[in-house]
């Protein structure tokens, strides 16, 4: 069985404190309290009291290490050591309307800006997907390697859909339009986090979206990376995080997945 680090340690300490509150309020998730945030777009009390346990226990183990968060925003710690990335319920709007499919998702980003650890949990299944650079990606004690597929014709792709007041839906049009006849199949699960997380596993073979927040993918990038696979922006480049797009496959697949939506770009 593989031993992360102490860090990790922390990591799923926190995620697992955080997790048992939110499947209570999500078996009740009728009866929860919510604050509007955007013109489609709830954040719930669930999902600021997970983040307020995650930042306890995070602040608790490294005290002197800042957060960029979801809910809180950027928390400033020292400059000279790493800071976590937090997002307490990635795929709100899938728990608000009580569909089991969300995570908790954590990640260590250093002083670079490089991304050394990562985790993402599902509460539900009890499934810890982890990171850290150069020691593999994994799902509790398995190994998790990118889909082997190399053919398009026979690959499933995830995706993000944009929706009211979030995206281009235009430009995600242009990119459908290219992507879908060429593939076995699209999904749209409702959770990015899950969905790179699942690409590492090889449950997906690919996953594009765009508009997302560094909170919403730092944890799977490096989980797909460290699974043997690749992450860029929609050119190819090394710009995802700062461009906010996002191209994820094993190296075949994204090379052709990146000639189709490069090409529907144009």
């Known amino acids: 069985m ?19 509150r939110l499947r209570r309020d999500f078996n009740e998730v009728q009866h929860l309290q919510v604050s509007r945030k955007g013109p489609a777009d709830f954040v719930s009390m669930a999902d600021q009291r997970a983040e307020r346990t995650l930042f306890d226990e995070l602040k608790k183990a490294r005290p ?3 957060f960029l968060m979801e809910e809180a925003g950027e928390i400033e710690g020292d400059p000279a050591k790493p800071r976590w990335i937090v997002d307490p319920l990635d795929g709100t709007s899938n728990f608000l309307h009580g569909i089991p499919h969300f995570a908790i998702s954590i990640a260590v980003q250093e002083p670079t800006g490089e991304i050394t650890s990562g985790l993402v949990y599902q509460p539900l299944t009890d499934e810890s997907f982890w990171a850290e650079k150069g020691r593999g990606a994994w799902l509790q004690d398995q190994r998790l390697r990118v889909s082997s597929r190399r053919s398009l014709d026979e690959a499933l792709i995830a995706t993000g859909i944009p929706f009211k007041g979030h995206g281009d839906m235009a430009q995600w049009s242009r990119i459908f339009g290219a992507v879908a006849p060429e593939i076995a199949g699209i999904r749209r699960f409702g959770s990015a986090a899950l969905d790179l997380a699942w690409v590492a596993g090889g449950r997906y073979d690919g996953f594009w979206e765009a508009g997302l927040k560094p909170w919403d993918v730092a944890a799977g990038m490096l989980l797909v990376r460290e699974a043997g696979g690749f992450v860029t922006d929609f050119r190819g480049g090394d710009r995802a995080m700062e461009r906010g ?15 189709l939506v490069a090409g529907a770009l144009r």
């Open 64 to 66: 002197d290490w800042g």
């Open 245 to 259: 797009e996002f191209l994820a496959a094993n190296d075949a697949l994204h090379s052709r997945l990146h000639k």
């Open 2 to 20: 593989p031993s992360h680090s102490g860090l990790l340690t922390v990591m799923e300490r926190a995620a697992r404190k955080a997790a048992p």
